[in-house]
């Protein structure tokens, strides 16, 4: 195998297909990345039997090839080349890299046992990339964390005709997110249950194309199921979560007993002052009345933080004031998220979910984005 790439070039798409390399491989050669040059490309794979990635990158080749070398230090060389052309040849069991008057050698693993990436499922459809990506990172971050319950670590997406639900939840803050998609058939339906973090990875690594195209295979909860993402010459495979994800369209409320309005931006940075004095796990509480929000954190003998902020607000509660109390950085990423200048918090008491969103473009109009979020209860 011999041929020269531009450095920069070498380097992204390296860098990019490293993302898959297991931290602790099941087996050696799943440490590998795999190269295969041929015509005037070149092909970079990695594989960890749950998630592949692939791109394929342009090349001046001499001699075709395949090998296999250490994805991570492979990584790390591309990344540290001097700005110049790099050429690439194997010799026996070596790997040598030229790049200005920087050389590296590198030992190759065995090609013949690196298994082989699964195949791209059949195209479903496709979606604008820069929207798909912040959609998907919308949802992405209520997912939870916690490998014992795999189902709560994925996003679920459903997709019905031209519209695409995603949803996300860990038991005390629920994500969902509509959007709009161009499917290969207009009666098109299916539901999938994505790896949150695979989801995350892989809709921000694939901003660089117009559009990503998704493909769907064995979506009937078969344990085989898998999803596919391709665009601008980047594909990524990803095996489905088993497990039948909650029927979250029943947490979110009909109807509302009040709802408030506040300016993002400062209230983003009011949660951040008065949460400065929030203890591990203790909420920030926030009392509605007409025209304001006054925030609290701290109690008793701790430190005690107090801020007021402009709001306005529609109430059919009885009673004047409204308090209600949220884990400050569940409330932050809500807030953070919903890409308004105006955050729309709708509750119905202080001990039931409240909902938040971004105002909407008219009334009676349904946001896109909404994030349910679990009230901590307070003492006394």
């Known amino acids: 195998m011999k041929f020269r790439i531009d450095r920069d070039a070498l380097a992204e798409a390296v860098a990019w297909t490293a993302r898959t390399l297991p931290v602790r491989p099941p087996v050696p050669v799943l440490a590998g990345m795999h190269l295969v040059a041929e015509g005037d490309r070149l092909k970079l794979?990695?594989?960890?039997?749950?998630?592949?990635?692939?791109?394929?990158?342009?090349?001046?080749?001499?001699?075709?090839?395949?090998?296999?070398?250490?994805?991570?230090?492979?990584?790390e060389i591309s990344r540290s080349l001097p700005p110049h052309p790099v050429e690439v040849t194997t010799d026996g069991a070596k790997v040598m890299l030229r790049c200005g008057s920087a050389k590296f050698t590198l030992l190759t693993m065995p090609v013949e046992d690196y298994p082989t990436l699964p195949e791209m499922p059949p195209a479903a459809g496709s979606v604008?990339?820069?929207?798909?990506?912040?959609a998907v990172n919308q949802v992405a971050v209520a997912a939870g964390r916690d490998d014992t319950i795999p189902m709560l670590t994925g996003v679920r997406v459903e997709i019905e005709g031209e519209t695409v639900t995603l949803a996300a939840t860990d038991r005390y803050r629920l994500?969902?997110?509509?959007?709009?998609?161009?499917?290969?058939?207009?009666?098109?339906?299916?539901?999938?249950?994505?790896p949150a973090k695979t989801l995350?990875?892989?809709?921000?690594?694939?901003?660089?194309?117009?559009?990503?195209?998704?493909?769907?295979?064995?979506?009937?909860?078969t344990g085989e199921g898998m999803i596919g993402f391709e665009g601008g010459?980047?594909?990524?495979?990803?095996?489905?979560?088993?497990?039948?994800?909650?029927?979250?369209?029943s947490l979110l409320p009909s109807e509302y007993a009040g709802l408030a309005e506040i300016q993002t931006g400062p209230f983003i940075e009011a949660v951040k002052r008065v949460s400065l004095v929030a203890e591990r796990n203790t909420p920030v509480r926030l009392s509605f009345s007409q025209g304001e929000v006054v925030l609290e954190a701290g109690t008793g003998d701790e430190a005690q933080a107090v801020e007021a902020l402009e709001a306005t607000l529609e109430a059919t509660l009885e009673g004047d004031d409204i308090d209600i109390a949220f884990n400050p950085g569940f409330l932050l990423d809500g807030l953070s998220n919903?890409?308004?200048?105006?955050?729309?918090?709708?509750?119905?008491?202080?001990?039931?979910?409240?909902?938040?969103?971004?105002?909407?473009?008219?009334?009676?109009?349904?946001?896109?984005?909404?994030?349910?979020?679990?009230?901590?209860?307070l003492s006394g």
């Open 200 to 221: 995350a990875d892989t809709a921000k690594s694939l901003t660089s194309g117009a559009e990503v195209s998704i493909a769907l295979a064995g979506t009937g909860g």
């Open 233 to 249: 010459g980047r594909r990524t495979t990803s095996r489905l979560l088993d497990g039948d994800f909650v029927k979250y369209r």
């Open 338 to 377: 919903i890409g308004s200048d105006i955050a729309r918090l709708s509750f119905t008491t202080p001990t039931k979910p409240a909902v938040l969103t971004g105002k909407p473009p008219e009334e009676g109009v349904n946001p896109n984005y909404r994030y349910l979020i679990m009230p901590v209860r």
């Open 175 to 194: 994500a969902v997110r509509e959007l709009h998609w161009k499917p290969e058939r207009p009666d098109f339906s299916a539901v999938a249950l994505v």
């Open 45 to 75: 794979s990695a594989f960890d039997y749950e998630v592949s990635a692939q791109v394929s990158t342009d090349i001046d080749v001499e001699d075709a090839g395949t090998a296999l070398v250490s994805g991570r230090l492979l990584a």
């Open 128 to 134: 604008g990339s820069d929207e798909f990506a912040a």
